[in-house]
């Protein structure tokens, strides 16, 4: 149990273009979702987090204008990068909490965003 | 602010070998979790092992084990007998205050390892 999914995998968008990511819990409900973004060799940095039917928190120095969140359901989340860059080419990964009782966070797959 | 550092940006292991990679944090909290994960080249994030703050033993999970020194702040993984399948790169990650909290983790630079045959 506790997959999370990410749809594209993989995906190449042209500047100025917007691209949306989805990251679906398949087999179970998520109270929070948390995205991160990750440069080759990198850390993982935390974008924001998202709780169901609420605004998503950003953390400092990420545009919220850019990187849309909608955390519709419980079992989905999307990221959507507006007016795409090519700076904005990176790996996006998404992460899954069950509930607010326990600790461990189930990641997706990775999505891996080139801009041209 | 909360912090974890590692050190080792890259590491080399024979193969049967045990090899630890270290992981430093800092925080005010007296809560706290911490974790590891391994991230192979496909990119997807393994969870390997968990250290609760108040947890009194060392967390152990089949060839990972956990070497939590609380005064130290320090939070190293074992990987006993090295296998091959274990060159990834291996992140230390930590929860920030209470699993009631927001539960946002906070992840040191990584540490590539890639083990020898």
């Known amino acids: 149990g506790a997959v999370v999914s990410q749809h594209p995998s993989w995906v190449i968008c042209k500047s100025g273009t917007s691209v949306k990511i989805e990251c679906r819990s398949l087999?179970?409900?998520?109270?929070?979702m948390f995205w991160y973004r990750q440069f080759p060799k990198q850390s993982l940095m935390l974008m924001a987090t998202?709780?169901?039917?609420?605004?998503?928190?950003?953390e400092q120095g990420v545009e919220k204008d850019k990187f849309l969140i909608n955390h519709a359901s419980l079992t989905l989340s999307t990221l959507t990068v507006t007016s795409a860059h090519p700076e904005d080419s990176s790996f996006y990964i998404c992460?899954?909490?069950?509930?607010?009782?326990?600790?461990?966070?189930?990641f997706g797959p990775g999505t891996r965003l080139t801009v041209t | 602010a909360q912090k974890i550092t590692q050190t080792q940006p890259g590491m080399f292991v024979q193969e049967k070998e045990a090899v630890t990679l270290d992981c430093t944090y800092d925080?005010?909290?007296?809560?706290?979790?911490l974790f590891w994960y391994k991230q192979p080249s496909s990119g997807e994030m393994i969870f390997l092992i968990y250290?609760?703050?108040?947890?009194?033993q060392n967390a152990t999970e089949g060839r990972y084990s956990l070497n939590f020194q609380k005064a130290r702040k320090s939070a190293n993984l074992v990987i006993s007998a090295s296998q091959l399948g274990d060159s990834a790169m291996y992140f230390c990650?930590?929860?920030?205050?209470?699993?009631?909290?927001?539960?946002?983790?906070?992840f040191g630079q990584g540490t590539t390892l890639q083990v020898k045959p």
């Open positions: 990650a930590m929860r920030e205050g209470l699993p009631g909290n927001t539960g946002k983790l906070i």
């Open positions: 998202s709780n169901e039917g609420s605004k998503a928190t950003y």
């Open positions: 992460s899954a909490r069950r509930d607010y009782l326990t600790y461990e966070q189930y």
């Open positions: 250290q609760g703050s108040y947890d009194e």
């Open positions: 925080t005010s909290d007296q809560s706290y979790g």
């Open positions: 087999d179970f409900q998520a109270t929070t």
